[in-house]
């Protein structure tokens, strides 16, 4: 064994953990499958009906590890796409993989270091990686990783609507699921009015909000009405690369500012606690690019005091495992956006599907690496492309 103990901070345990026997991969398989989703999801800068779920699927020795690129379609949440991801993974990553052997997450990390940028596509490769050795070691992600919580508490995040009335149904639709937190899509138009209507009906809710960069300096007046509704965070009022202007928002309003799109790394994350740029950190496994950088940037947070959460991108019931397994870290102390399957899908690839209890918890997988059955059936009917990359 070549990690230490779970005193470690969890980044040091993740990157140092050894697979039983150095591992030499077969092959990376890309497959793509559309899913619709329950309900259109919108956003201040998309609306989604239907989701390409991009997952990864790497083989050694017939054991199969799985994964998924959290990429969109457009790049509007950020510059990746499905297609630069299936490229750099064809072209570059799944080259740089696919020979001698691997023995750790760090060794894997250090294949892909020198490739400036695609951190989701990193990440998918990260996550299959971490399923495969779990699966190799006989046990869960969750102890791999230093996980204390069997359970994890868990919010929805609902989209922009047609109208406040569509809108304060799902709402109290989603309360009466459970959900510990309710967090919604604001843009300029659809933001203080509606929070206002919703926090009349849910007088004491953990309610929080989330722009998508869709706010500037000139919104600083408009924005600082939010503070009378006790909100538990703004999520990223302004620009997906920005600390700066955060930092001056957030020295002139009481809620808590937390970064999505602004944190692309444990180093963007120093800097922003640095600047005062926000008080809460969204950790998205995809967003920072696997497991190594959301655990360093987990265990900054934690030796700092700040509370950070995890974050969702619409996934299958492969990445929201994952999700699970990240958000079982001892710092993720707010409820994530690891949501039903049954909120996003009418049938989740996974079985059985997420569900979510009545306290508003979800179960972290405890059987090894992500800890779930496919349902392959389904997986199959609904793929339409595959790349497979084998060993030369
Ligand atoms: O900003 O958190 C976001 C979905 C796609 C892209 C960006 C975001 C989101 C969500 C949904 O808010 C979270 C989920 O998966 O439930
Ligand atoms: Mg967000």
Known sequence: MVYKSVQTSSSTIVRQLAAPAPVALSSIEIRLLRLRLVRPFETSFDRLDTRLIMLTRIEADGVEGWGEIVALEEPLFSYETVETAREIIKRHFAPALLHGTITSLDDLVGRLRHFRGHPMAKAGLELAWMDLVGRLRQEPITTLIGGTRTRVDVGVSLGIERTREALLAIVDEHVALGYQRIKLKIKPGWDVDIVDAVRQR???MLLSVDANAAYTLADFAHLRKLDAYKLLMIEQ???????????????QIDTAICLD??????????????LGSGRIINIKIGRVGGYSEALAIHDLCLSMGVPVWCGGMLESGIGRA???????????TLPGDISASARYWTRDIITPPVTVAADGTVIVPIRPGIGIDLDRDYLHSETVAIDRHERI
């Open 322 to 332: 994952h999700n699970l397994a990240l958000a079982s870290l001892p710092g993720f």
């Open 237 to 251: 009022p302004l620009g997906h690369n920005d600390l700066v202007d955060h930092a001056r928002l957030q020295g």
């Open 261 to 274: 799109e602004s944190i692309g790394d444990v180093h963007a994350a120093e800097q922003a606690l640095c």
């Open 202 to 204: 849910h007088p004491t």
